[in-house]
């Protein structure tokens, strides 16, 4: 608790009359800082005393002194002057091109040729090209004896990252360069129905002639058609698998899958791996072999129990197959991937949690093998507090929690005549105070103060808070703590909580607009997060008279979690120069987690 009293005095200081003494400092960015961004802030602070310049020009500060102004940036190299009194700092800051250098002469564009990994892909798919040049040229692939003429596409629409929509700044980027399209279905260029091994076609060679001359360059990924009379099977190996929609992290996730599930393999792109029912996965997750038959199974019957605060139902299968889970207001959906139904008799008993289960198959059509079986799981209450998917052998086991107990009891003070409303007893709330260590400062304010420090100070005023209102509470961290967001997660995981917060305080990439930008932000992943997440956040804009920066579905490692509605709190922006003295006030810290768990309680309320 002494170090928490001291970062606690630290904030204290921010706003007295000895801070006035700070000298001329910046946070962000660093002397040599690197940018794509057409524009950049200045994070930092000095005396309010005097007048702090850049290049020249006076710029605006908070009272405390701090400031956070956005210039423009020329491509190439931009020189800043700060001065303050008889203070200097020089920055230079470099801005490159987000576009790819085009070559003088007859030659690609370096790294642009497709496909820059291996792949393998059934017969009949679609492979496609693609390749950067001068414009004007003529552009061809040979692959496999064949070649293939590619269309030139003069303007390209390119996508911004996904962190655009926190700037606001997320449509399409049209992108002035010559690309070099086309696609072609691998089976015709190379027949393989009757083969039992697959085929390896090489790598692609293109061909540039523009001008009279003629250059050729192989791309640098390998393609080889897999054989349909084989079937090599991929088994996840990992707790949870993470399976996305595509063969790299830039795509979305979908419903881990557990481990033991199996699957055929029906495409590779480098260390990733296409599973028959669709979803990706990366080649260490599993364990890969060959087998005679696809992995396939029946269903038949299916039963269910309670066991302590989970109602689990059990699904016997065959093989351990590819599972989906959709959430609604008051329904869960589990799908079973490459499943056929043969079922007559469901045993399912009056639960506490669950009202009714329906199932439905999902047909193919006639000559595909992906058939599906959807149980649909409809709610007693208006909120979902958690489920679980596991194999135990080959049966899976969903386990959905129930409510918590709330037992709103009260305590009588020491002198017997005040008494203490509990409304959180019977909750177990997790807090995990974001960031941690030396390593790991987060974001930092105009005067370095790092968000490390204020999000555990804030967290251990939480904590206290609803220990207050008869909440058991868990801290990730209690201290300066080396923790990844794995670590975290597994915590939440194992400790299994009524509810998950992760205290954070926020910032933005180079193109916002520091000086501007302010308030809460709120971040939920699962549906059963959604309404917590919005309730808490408006109660905290209405009650703190805050600004509100949003509430965003985001795939963040602490939104992540299935085994309780967990949320991720940005409660101000540490690079704003006003609403950071806000952020490290401790009378308004103290108002802030008396915000928190006050609106803990008041959604609480609706659930019930």
Known sequence: MKRILGLAAFGCMIVSPAWAEQPLYIAYPPAEHETTSNRIFFIGSASPDAEVTVNGEVIERSPAGHFAPSFSLEMGENIFKLRHQDEEII?????????????????????????????SRLPGELVCFSAIAPPNGRVSVELGGETIRLSRQNQF?????????LTGNNQPIALEISKYQGCVEIGKIFPVSNRRNQVNLGQPQYKLTLKGETVTQNAPGNITIISPAEFEIAEVT???????TGPSTTYSRLTPLPKGTRARITGREGDYLRLDYGGWIKVDET??????????SFIRSASSRQIGEWTEVYFPLQIPVPVTVKQDNQSLTLTLHNTTAQTDTIRFDDSPLIERMDWEPVLSPMGEQQQAVQYTFHFKTNQQWGYKLRYEGTT???????????????????FGDIFSPKPLAGMYILIDPGHGSENDLGAKGPTGYPEKDVNLVVSYLLQNELIKRGARVYMTRKSEEDLFPKDRVKMINEEEPDLAISVHYNALPDNGDAINTKGIGTFWYHPQAHSFAVFLHNYLVETLDRPSYGVFWNNLALTRPAVTPSILLELGFMINPVEFEWIVNPQEQRKLAVALADGIVEWVKTTQ
Do not use: C, W
């Not at 990992?238 to 996305?244: M, N, P, Q």
């Not at 386990?399 to 020491?414: G, R, T, Y």
């Open 396 to 414: 899976l086991v969903l386990s959905l929690k129930h409510p918590p107990e709330i037992k709103e009891v009260s305590e009588s003070s020491f």
């Open 287 to 296: 364990r890969t072999f060959k087998g005679k038959l696809p992995p396939q």
């Open 91 to 119: 920055l230079k800051i470099n801005r490159t091109s987000n576009l790819p250098e085009i070559p003088e002469g007859v030659a690609f564009v370096e790294d642009s040729l497709q496909p820059k990994v291996n792949l």
């Open 238 to 244: 990992v707790d949870e698998g993470v399976a996305r």
């Open 157 to 165: 629409l390119d996508l911004p990252s996904n962190f655009a929509v």
